[in-house]
């Protein structure tokens, strides 16, 4: 059965008039649809697929597959829309295009093992967005604290932060006064340097008036320059910029970085890896993870939306913006069933476009149907692997992030690339395998 024909077998939404109505149930949307709903809005949640989650979804292994390879384009394809009209609106199609482009499958797992994957395909729960691990004092975790959506899902923490240095080694981060002192590969100097400049962040962040602060021309600085400025050696500024500050783009190449991080957005990244760092009880370092993966994350925010009235509907694909004749505002959506519904406000997810502007006036409908070129406006492209590995990543360690800062694997590379390894133990995949996201 189509999706159309699925659709169409679906008893009519009763009411038809709400406040809000969403399109896609990803993370994003699934936090309004609960914020909305817990203030006493109707709200209307829809989603084509037969799964929460949209782009930030846990799939099977066979799932992943049969996604990936129906849902993607290759790049800068443009799709045409089209306008017509009924006797009481302006009907725009939707477009929906797909966020991923030039997807490959590749294995290098013998035929036993391709047999042994297909059987336990179902163990699986692979991230279609991510890698998504969370600081612990992110404000994600406080807004799920808050909502009470985290009484419908369960975190794990990360066990190891691991940075790659040129020598080829994985190191830990030092992210802590206990994790300075046992690291092996930091020399005295280094652990003092360390030291000393965690001492004046923390000095700086201080409420008190008696702290030293970082004067207001450094902190408006490029980061990269202040570490310069307090001495730092290569390595301990490596770790600061792309193990902790997470930073993308090779902060000591004007040419490539699009993305210079400023001293004052720097310092704010840092007192978040430090009040991350165990937070809480079952997680002694920064980094946490939901049992059975990202997935879980807007599903929790559904659960909360439901308990306060929001209604549901998976499986509905909506094909067409309902814009009112007279004013040319939005008024609703047409399903693939055929049902029109009304709302005051509407929320699609990121892989519809409309055609622009969305509010047009009446003499720019023509009569007859006329075709529309619309594109999404790709702003960059991100590349993304997951690896399913009989061995971890470093022995002994089950679940670990690993930053390989730029120009650490090879000259050219201008960019950090950033791995999260999750085991078995946190239900994403069966015994004896990992699960590595490269992104």
């Known amino acids: 059965m189509s999706e159309a ?3 169409s077998s679906y008893p009519l939404i009763d009411p038809a008039n709400f406040d809000l109505i969403i399109v896609g149930t990803g993370l994003p949307e699934s936090v309004i649809a609960a914020a909305t709903s817990a203030v006493g809005k109707t709200v209307l949640h829809l989603d084509p697929n037969s ?14 597959t049969s996604y990936l390879n129906s849902n993607s384009i290759p790049a800068n394809t443009a799709a045409a829309a089209a306008i017509s009209g009924d006797s009481d609106h302006v009907v725009i199609e939707l477009i929906r295009q797909p966020l991923y482009s030039d997807v490959e499958i590749v294995s290098c797992a013998s035929d036993d093992e391709t047999v042994v994957l297909r059987e336990n395909s179902r163990k699986f729960n692979l991230d279609l967005g991510g890698p998504r691990a969370l600081f612990s004092a992110d404000k994600a975790i406080d807004l799920l604290l808050k909502s009470g959506a985290a009484q419908y899902l369960e975190f794990k923490g990360v066990d190891a932060s691991l940075v790659y240095e040129a020598n080829g080694v ?9 994790a300075i002192f046992r690291d ?3 020399s005295l100097k280094e652990k003092n340097q360390l030291m000393r400049f965690f001492k004046l962040v923390q000095q700086h962040l201080a409420d008190d008036n008696q702290s030293e602060r970082i004067l207001e021309e450094d902190l408006e600085s490029p980061f990269v320059s202040f570490l310069e400025k307090m001495r730092l050696p290569p390595k301990i500024k490596s770790i600061l910029l792309y193990a902790i500050a997470m930073v993308d783009y090779d902060q000591d190449n004007d040419e490539v970085c699009k993305d210079l991080l400023k001293t004052k957005d720097g310092i704010d990244r840092l007192a978040q890896y430090s009040s991350s760092v165990g937070r809480f009880p079952n997680a002694p370092g920064a980094l946490l993870y939901p049992i059975y993966g990202e997935g879980e994350l807007p599903q929790a925010f559904c659960r909360r939306a439901a308990v306060k009235g929001c209604i549901y509907v998976l499986r509905m694909p909506v094909v067409s913006l ?14 693939a069933s055929g049902q029109d519904l009304y709302s005051h406000q509407l929320i699609l997810d990121p892989s519809f476009t409309i055609p622009s502007p969305l509010s047009l006036s009446p003499r720019d409908f023509p009569s007859e149907r006329l075709q529309m070129l619309s ?7 991100v590349a993304r692997g997951i690896c399913v590995t009989r061995s971890s990543i470093k022995p002994d360690v089950s679940n670990c992030s690993v930053v390989y800062p730029p120009r650490s694997l090879y000259p050219e590379q201008v960019t950090s690339i950033r791995a999260l390894q999750i085991g078995s133990n946190l239900a994403v995949c069966p015994g004896g395998t990992n699960r590595t996201r490269r992104g």
């Open 322 to 335: 309902l814009m009112d004749k007279v004013t040319g505002f939005y008024k609703g959506v047409r399903l």
């Open 170 to 178: 994985l190191v830990n981060v030092p992210d802590s006064r206990g």
């Open 51 to 64: 799964f929460y989650g949209s782009h930030f979804t846990s799939l099977s292994l066979d799932e992943l």
């Open 375 to 381: 594109q999404i406006d790709i702003k960059g492209i």
């Open 184 to 186: 092996k590969n930091l």
């Open 5 to 7: 024909e699925e659709a």
